[in-house]
């Protein structure tokens, strides 16, 4: 009886190097004090607890006896990753959530459990603070840990340059879904992973889902379903707020709605974290001194939210709205409806492109609009060009110094000091990583299967400069996310969300209402709003007390 993560050789930045929180043992008080939120069973050997795909499973506390969990290993049978014993207990990020979960768990020996019903564990988890807050920590250390390690998720085959393989593998990082990615130009285990499932170069990218079955090429949508990451909705079912957009706005009042006891909903068309979530690193947020990436500040919002009971729903994008009547009713891309009697719209903005010949050919491949952890390894040691004035710019420059060849870094302006924090400012021109050019403007993108070669000019002298680089960063603003509401809520000559605080909606309730009553705008999508993280946050939670007052009056008409 092998298990796996015992017998791993751990680093000391491993997740399961944490052994005493990633797998903890409840005290005697403890376990007495969890049992009441559930009830005590028998377990029998070989006996199935809950299996890999379920969605909503029971928590188990093991009284006497072992339990193992499994994952689907590459033959098709159950590999036991690790075993728990008396005081410990099951579960993962998934248990808070309806996604399927990734692993499976069964009984080794005969023994006891205590069974916590799904629906009961947010409650045990909120009455029981220092318990909640062991059992938090454990399932989030236990997702880094498939994370870190590539375990319990999807193998990715194809080539690490490819932009439908890219495309693949942002949505599972963004996501918070472990993923080994093997690529075919350089992994030595790429021929026998081919063969095994019989694929060929024109098949690629494939992926290897969990239960070891295979999809071509699938697109965002397709994925997201065969991985159980969605939802589906009771079309009649009636939220109490419906949050579209889970960037930092988003997110924020999902949170405070759901801890308030109202039924939330968060709709989101690729990932959780919006533009921040694109963001290396974000130094100054308060309360993080030493900086957190967006990806991780939004993925601890994520968590916090469907803590509370906030559902998630991920790769559907909100298409239109029907806005004549209340509760209103909100239309999905895949075809879907939902009602709810208020809407938040934190939708948030999309990138602006350049105008350059060739753009389209290396966007998604060798064009990125986020600097995080993976485009800095596809970079490693290759010249770069950051376009961008902004802390994002600035902030990826930064990141990027560290791991790429050098980053040549372009403004139209004269410089950073008018648009880019001080701290920011001070770092690049510092840095002998980074060079500046002001005035300049990209005009050539070069390169046969991939982007090899990138120019700008000057636009005082008309001078060109051409170097060999292999990325291009965009971060130069973005556009309102406000396509979808368009014939039911008036915008700005942007296509930004008109709200109360713009002063141009009379009789507006609230700051953040819009001319429909029970429809609110937070953050980046508001017209007039500050584009900061922090603002985003602020208003989110704001914009809830706002909520609570209309859901009064709307039950008292």
């Not at 043992?25 to 559930?38: D, F, H, K, N, Q």
């Amino acid at each position: 009886m092998t298990d796996i993560i015992a017998t791993k050789p751990l680093a000391p930045d491993d997740p399961y190097a944490r052994t005493a929180q990633i797998f903890p043992v409840l005290s005697p008080e403890m376990a007495e004090r969890l049992a009441g939120y559930g009830v005590e069973e028998p377990i029998a050997k070989g006996q199935v607890l809950f299996r890999r795909g379920d969605r909503r499973a029971d928590f188990f506390l093991v009284l006497d006896g072992q339990v193992g969990i499994t994952r689907t290993g590459e033959e098709g049978d159950d590999e036991i990753l690790t075993i728990h014993r008396a005081g410990q207990f099951s579960g993962e990020l998934d248990q808070i959530n309806a996604r399927a979960l990734l692993v499976g768990a069964r009984a080794l020996t005969d023994g006891r459990v205590v069974r916590v019903a799904n629906r009961d564990v947010p409650r045990m988890m909120a009455a029981e603070p220092d318990i909640g807050e062991i059992v938090m920590r454990a399932f989030i250390l236990r997702r880094m840990g498939f994370l870190h390690h590539g375990e319990a998720g999807i193998v990715l085959i194809g080539r690490p340059d490819d932009p439908e393989t890219l495309r693949i593998e942002r949505f599972a990082v963004r996501n918070g879904y472990p993923l080994r990615l093997v690529d075919v130009e350089s992994d030595e285990a790429a021929s026998g992973c081919m063969g095994r499932h019989g694929l060929d170069v024109a098949d690629l990218p494939a992926v290897v889902l969990p239960d070891r079955s295979l999809l071509l090429n699938p697109d965002t949508m397709a994925l997201a379903d065969r991985l159980g990451m969605t939802e589906r909705f009771d079309p009649q079912a009636v939220f109490d707020v419906a949050v579209v957009g889970a960037g930092p706005a988003g997110l924020s009042a999902a949170t405070y709605a759901a801890s308030e006891g109202l039924a939330t909903v968060i709709l989101e068309g690729l990932a959780p974290g919006g533009q921040a979530g694109a963001s290396s690193k974000i130094e100054n947020y308060l309360g993080f001194p030493t900086g957190i990436s967006g990806q991780a500040l939004a993925g601890r919002a994520q968590v916090q939210a469907q803590k509370f009971g906030a559902r998630l729903a991920v790769s559907r994008a909100v298409v239109g709205v029907e806005c004549d009547k209340r509760p209103y009713r909100l239309k999905l891309e895949d075809g879907q409806t939902l009602l709810a009697r208020v809407v938040v719209i934190a939708s948030g903005a999309r990138y602006r492109k350049l105008d350059v010949e060739g753009y389209d050919r290396f966007d998604g491949q060798a064009i990125h609009y986020a600097a995080t952890a993976m485009e800095s390894d596809l970079c490693r040691g290759q010249a770069v060009v950051v376009v961008g004035g902004g802390n994002s710019a600035g902030q990826a420059a930064m990141f990027l110094s560290r791991t790429v060849g050098h980053v040549h870094m372009l403004v139209r302006g004269e410089g950073l000091a008018a648009t880019m924090s001080d701290y920011l400012v001070q770092r690049i021109e510092g840095s002998a990583r980074i060079t500046l050019y002001p005035f300049s403007e990209v005009s050539r993108l070069e390169g046969e299967r991939t982007l090899r070669r990138i120019g700008w000019t000057d636009h005082r002298s008309g001078e060109e400069t051409v170097v060999d680089a292999g990325a291009l960063f965009v971060m130069i603003g973005a556009e309102p996310n406000t396509d979808w509401l368009r014939g039911c809520i008036d915008l700005d000559e942007r296509g930004f969300v008109l709200t109360g605080e713009s002063g141009q909606v009379p009789g507006a309730r609230s700051a953040y209402e819009t001319e429909r009553q029970g429809v609110y705008a937070v953050g980046d999508v508001r017209s007039g709003s500050i584009k900061r993280v922090a603002a985003g946050v602020g208003e989110g939670s704001v914009v809830v007390s706002a909520i609570h007052r209309d859901l009064e009056a709307l039950r008292a008409v």
